[in-house]
């Protein structure tokens, strides 16, 4: 008998999870590529808890270092390591229009706190679709894309892949290497096989183009393939317009299917038309594509968990269905998604004066980070640092991936209680004109010091 799609993507679930849970390593590589630690079975020794024989897990690579910088007594510590906006003053920041948005939700006392359709508040959702697809979008004006309300960027990949493990033909996903830490484990665990692409070029500290088309053109046909919209997380090395144009044709002519993850709109140049250019490419070819956007950087709404889910077909009856499935992927995961970050998501994007003064905080967020890369090329330089730093300078959004390595990284956190990813990424919005010089000391002390 033929199985369901649910039940085939059920067993393989099962069985890519059976495939990590013979992994009982704490080797750390292994738990970036998606692996967790079993325990054994519990020995039912009288009085005893049934769970005294699990293992302890590693902390999470990435919100790791936070749990360690908060621990560390130090006056002068400096966390580089979470990709979140800092002030000068090393403070989080509330935007202003966000807090604008805020008043006029409280003050409206028509708003009740009725649960949410399944797929999300439905303004948020066309109202984010135009903010990446463009105001004159074929795709909107077609009914082409379906959008779905997700739990920021991490749900939105979530659901995407869920999806495409239960309908779709190819389960095979190219993610770029280095990656962001947590697409292994979202892929993997939601049943899909990942496999990576070369994208990074350690010599050039930029991108490995060639490797890139070598990678992608020896994929299966129909593969899905993961690609960054903009500010490439962890390198800040993104292809140019030209070179995203090949990869566009290539990823068309081998008939794989792109999922862009869009987590730093408006972060890399400061325009968000600008860094949606990419993504416009594809969906201006008529073709069809996933799109993961979250709202934690842009609109500063981190713990609000605010982000969509847009699929583009190429036509309107399937692109309806697709969302008729979509729903029955998201009730039993959480049934709806909450309402308030999404309610200031809207609020701000129909409003002509709100969007207009987003996009300027938005700018000066920008804005600062490149001031930041200059700032810390010249600290550098001023030190006489040995080694190219230009690509301080030339990449691209939140974080600098120095070229730093692991040995360098453990000296600067014991010497200099700096925290950063032990892969030598750092934060730049982290950073501030206070704490350049003592980050620059401590880059400058680690490449002599310790090789
Ligand atoms: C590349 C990338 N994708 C997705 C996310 C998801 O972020 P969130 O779930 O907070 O929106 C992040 C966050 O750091 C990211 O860097």
Not at 128 to 137: F, N, P, R
Not at 300 to 308: F, K, P, S, T
Not at 357 to 374: F, G, H, P, V
Not at 417 to 434: E, K, P, Q, V, W
Request: proline share 4%; aromatic share 8%; charged share 20%.
């Amino acid at each position: 008998m033929k199985k369901s799609s649910e039940t085939a993507a059920a067993d393989r679930r099962l069985s890519t999870v059976a495939r990590h849970l013979i992994t009982t390593t704490t080797n750390n590589e292994e738990e970036e590529n998606g692996s967790f630690m079993i325990s054994s079975s519990p020995t039912a020794a009288a009085g005893q808890s049934v769970f005294s024989n699990i293992v302890g897990a590693p902390e999470d690579p990435i919100l790791g270092v936070t749990v360690a910088y908060n621990k560390d007594p130090s006056p002068v510590k400096l966390n580089l390591g979470v990709g979140a906006y800092r002030t000068e003053e090393g403070k989080p920041l509330v935007l202003n229009v966000v807090r604008k948005a805020e008043n006029l939700l409280v003050n409206d006392r028509t708003r009740v706190k009725e649960y949410l359709p399944i797929v999300g508040l439905a303004d948020f959702n066309k109202l984010s679709a135009k903010l990446i697809l463009g105001e004159d979008s074929h795709a909107i004006r077609g009914n082409l894309v379906t959008t779905v309300q997700c739990l920021s960027g991490t749900g939105s990949l979530r659901v995407g892949a869920e999806f495409l493990a239960r309908h779709y033909y190819q389960h095979t996903i190219y993610i770029p290497n280095p990656t962001w830490g947590n697409h292994t484990k979202i892929f993997n665990l939601a049943g899909l096989t990942v496999k990576t692409y070369r994208y990074y070029d350690p010599a050039t500290r930029g991108l490995n183009f060639q490797g890139l088309q070598e990678d992608l053109g020896s994929a299966p046909s129909g593969a899905i393939v993961l690609l960054h919209a903009c500010a490439h997380n962890p390198t800040g090395v993104d292809p140019t317009l030209e070179q995203w144009e090949q990869i566009r044709r290539l990823i068309r002519s081998k008939s794989l299917l792109p999922f862009f993850d869009s987590a730093y709109q408006g972060f890399a140049s400061g325009s968000l038309d600008k860094d949606a250019q990419s993504v416009r490419m594809f969906v201006g070819d008529g073709g069809e594509c996933f799109i993961a956007q979250s709202y934690a950087k842009n609109l500063g709404l981190y713990g609000e968990r605010v982000g969509a889910l847009s699929i583009v077909c190429r036509a309107a009856d399937v692109a309806s269905r697709v969302e008729s499935q979509l729903k029955l992927v998201i009730r039993p995961m959480y049934s709806n998604p909450p309402i308030h970050g999404a309610s200031i998501v809207a609020t701000i994007l129909k409003d002509r004066n709100l969007y207009h003064e987003w996009t300027l905080e938005l700018k000066a967020m920008a804005d600062r980070i490149i001031t930041m890369r200059k700032q810390l090329f010249d600290a550098l330089s001023a030190r006489g640092t040995p080694g190219d730093w230009s690509h301080i300078l030339k990449q691209i959004g939140m974080f600098t991936f120095t070229g730093l390595n692991t040995k360098q990284v453990a000296f600067m956190t014991k010497e200099y209680h700096i925290y950063m990813t032990s892969d030598g990424r750092i934060s730049m919005a982290g950073l501030s004109s206070r704490t350049v010089p003592h980050l620059a000391d401590a880059m400058h002390a680690a490449v002599t010091t310790v090789v």
